[in-house]
């Protein structure tokens, strides 16, 4: 198309200066004569590193390839990358969060199904809990390695607070309703929430579908399987139960304009304004990072069960945070999955165990008590649920979160919500 | 045979700095007209293109699908609010940005003495960048740390301590707030430069004739000044459609929509739903109507002008 012919005509300048650079930087790399791109997520300097080493051994390795390395932080890789596939310049090796992002670049046909390189490498493929690559298949074919961490959603409390309070961390919803009512009386805020990105707000809802309706529930709705809906009971029920906890006043105020990005819940936590936060967890290393003192005072348990629901013990979050991925668009697909193979080898999945993040690796030795207990509740659990917004495909997952924006601010009524999602699914999934 | 061959060289040479003389403004001219056809009127004709088209903007073309997204832009409340949020600001800035950049001008303009690091000091919150200023105010105005909320609660003021940012209510006026704050210096400024044009004579012909400074401001500085103020609420107006950053870091159109504009909606269709067809859509009807409002307003400030 035209816009193929404007691209090349601005990448002319950014060419030449890649030739000048290429014969500039020649007599360094003499023998390297094929170059690998690789962009990731890995900023915080543990992880960067972790990956830098990896990509260093490979190239130790196969001295006539150049891995070419970009990390780029969080949000801003989320539409960097979506304007690489779109331009048709994709990186060779990308990560992403498996799911439905991925799927769309699957789906345009702009990446490489790994099913054949796993299926040749089996003892590469035996490595990984067979579970752990769900969230990277689309029509039975994988396109994924999971190699970056094991991320569940946990409800991290401040025990000082709760013995202050005679508080037993709450195991059913009658129990958690009232805990809410005790700290409140005692004026602190129950939950810290920032719900202006409006993921963390999400995460109550989708806990909630998971435990009143099981994971089948979002799976046939999502997968438009027979009988499957999003205006199922249990996401009205789910939505309702939600509602509940916004009118018993348990949240701090401002949730749906505080912003997680800038640490707010996090503030709440540590000044002891409230007492909880549902989190992935990740946020227990992030918050003996940024405050070690308050470090001491945290645990967490699990969301507590419902009345008459379906799972107990079903966990939301992802086995294999971080996917990565090669696109069609490589020259080289046998060498990118070797480097792939060195990014997920013993010696970064050791060093990322010592970083507190958890690759699914089968027989993986934890000795942290608090990362035992996370896998100790994935072994009790019979489903994964990984984010709605990022299983779903774009549209949806966005129009999940608005709607559960807008159940916090008590301005849709679980069923209204329910039936738009419902509609969106029908107009949008075949 | 001198005397003619000069004859003959004359009118070539005339002919040929003729040549020169009217070839040279394209040559001049090229350079900016093909880039100006290449970054301006080619991505404008390329996005109404893929305003007809079903495209999330990855591999393979998108389906043409005719006017369909602009049909489905027709019916889409969420556009009709952004649009509706964008004029409140449009008008919001008019009748609170212009003023108060005035009085200040008007200030400025008269402490001589002083004035340069108040005129610095005032100017101040156009320099930041709005990334930063929309961090700044998210913890001023955070309902429970933020200083504005404390100040509220230490006078006694606890009903009017609100969650500014959090609540639908407030988010688009504490927005708002936050956008005139930034903006006034640069008005602020506009004024002035019309104000140093304002010639001292008539200001002490004035004087001598005994007018209050109320009546000199309005019989004579208020006239003279009314171009500069014109085109003060063009730019007001133009640049509240098309606001984006401020709002996009403090609430990211939310929550639940109620602080939404046109770039925020057009921003997240785009890049959070991939939907490129959709997206450019709204985009380009942010183009028109931009270009509805400022063509309208051109034609009436030209009237104005005219009528004077």
Avoid at chain 1, 12 to 34: F, K, Y
Avoid at chain 2, 65 to 94: C, E, K, P, R
Wanted: hydrophobic letters at 45%; charged letters at 20%.
């Amino acid at each position: 198309m035209q816009s193929a012919t404007l691209l090349k005509l601005l990448k002319m300048p950014a060419a030449a200066c890649g030739l000048a650079w290429a014969t500039w930087a020649a007599p360094v790399h003499a023998q390297a004569t094929e170059t690998l791109t690789e962009w990731d997520i890995q900023v915080q300097p543990v992880p960067s590193r972790i990956v830098a080493e990896a990509q260093a051994r490979f190239e130790k390795a196969n001295p006539q390839v150049k891995v070419v390395r970009s990390a780029i932080l969080n949000d801003p890789y989320k539409t960097k990358i979506k304007i690489a596939f779109g331009a048709n310049e994709p990186p060779c090796v990308f990560s992403s969060w498996g799911g439905g992002p991925l799927r769309e670049y699957v789906r345009a046909g702009q990446v490489t199904d790994l099913s054949p390189y796993l299926a040749k490498d089996e003892a590469f493929r035996e490595r990984f809990v067979a579970s752990s690559f769900d969230t990277a298949k689309t029509d039975g074919k994988t396109y994924g390695v999971p190699a970056e961490n094991t991320s569940l959603l946990v409800i991290y409390y401040n025990t000082e607070l709760f013995a202050k309070l005679k508080l037993q961390p709450p195991k059913t919803w009658p129990e958690l309703l009232q805990a809410v009512e005790t700290l409140k009386a005692n004026g602190v805020a129950p939950f810290a929430l920032a719900n202006k990105s409006k993921w963390p707000g999400s995460m109550f809802y989708m806990y909630l579908v998971d435990r009143i309706g099981g994971a089948e529930v979002f799976r046939k709705a999502a997968d438009r399987a027979p009988g499957g809906s999003f205006a199922d009971p249990a996401f009205v029920e789910a939505g309702k139960r939600l509602q509940e906890l916004v009118k018993a006043g348990a949240f701090a105020q401002g949730f749906n304009g505080l912003d997680y990005d800038i640490g707010s819940s996090r503030r709440l936590l540590y000044s002891g304004k409230a007492a909880m936060t549902l989190m992935g967890s990740w946020e227990g290393a992030t918050i003996k990072n940024e405050n070690p003192e308050f470090s001491k005072k945290l645990d967490f348990f699990a969301f507590p069960s419902l009345p008459g629901g379906k799972s107990a013990t079903g966990v939301v979050g992802t086995v294999g945070d971080n996917f990565y991925s090669i696109s069609k668009a490589c020259k080289q697909p046998d060498l990118a999955f070797n480097l792939i193979k060195a990014m997920v080898d013993d010696t970064s999945v050791q060093a990322r165990l010592a970083d507190n993040r958890i690759v699914p690796i089968k027989g993986l030795k934890v000795t942290e008590p608090n990362q035992q207990r996370l896998m100790a509740m994935l072994a009790d659990s019979k489903s994964v649920q990984l984010w709605y917004d990022q299983d779903l495909p774009p549209k949806l997952g966005e129009l999940h979160k608005d709607l559960v924006q807008s159940l916090f601010a008590l301005s849709v009524t679980p069923e209204e919500a329910a039936q738009k999602m419902e509609t969106a699914a029908k107009a949008e999934l075949h | 045979m001198t005397s003619s061959s000069i004859s003959l060289a004359l009118p070539v040479a005339r002919r040929r700095r003729h040549l020169a003389a009217r070839w040279a403004p394209v040559f001049f001219l090229a350079p900016s007209v093909a880039l100006l056809l290449l970054f301006l009127l080619y991505p404008l004709l390329e996005s109404f293109h893929l305003s007809l088209l079903k495209w999330n903007g990855l591999g393979a073309n998108g389906i043409f699908t005719g006017t369909d997204n602009w049909v489905q832009l027709l019916h889409d409340t969420v556009f009709w609010h952004a649009l509706g949020n964008n004029l409140l600001l449009g008008l919001m800035s008019v009748l609170v940005q212009l003023p108060i950049a005035m009085a200040l001008a008007l200030m400025l303009d008269k402490a001589s003495r002083g004035s340069r690091i108040l005129k610095i000091l005032y100017f101040l919150p156009l320099l930041f960048s709005s990334v930063a200023v929309g961090v700044v105010f998210k913890n001023i105005l955070d309902p429970n740390f933020g200083p504005i909320n404390a100040g509220l609660h230490a006078l006694g003021l606890d009903a009017l301590a609100q969650d500014w940012l959090g609540d639908k209510r407030y988010a688009l006026g504490s927005v708002i707030a936050v956008i005139c704050w930034q903006n006034v210096p640069f008005y602020m400024i506009l004024f002035l430069a019309g104000l140093a044009s304002f010639p001292p004579e008539l200001h002490e012909a004035a004087t001598l004739d005994r007018a209050t400074p109320a009546t000199i401001f309005w019989r004579i500085k208020m006239p003279h000044l009314q171009g500069t103020i014109r085109t003060a609420a063009m730019l007001s107006v133009i640049g509240s459609l098309r606001y984006f950053d401020l709002i996009y870091v403090m609430t990211g159109g939310g929550p639940d929509g109620s602080s939404e504009v046109m770039a925020t909606y057009m921003y997240r269709t785009v890049f959070a739903s991939f939907q490129l067809g959709y997206g450019s859509t709204i985009a380009s009807a942010m183009f028109l109507v931009v270009t509805l409002i400022a063509g309208f307003g051109m034609r009436l400030t030209r009237r104005f002008e005219t009528q004077v």
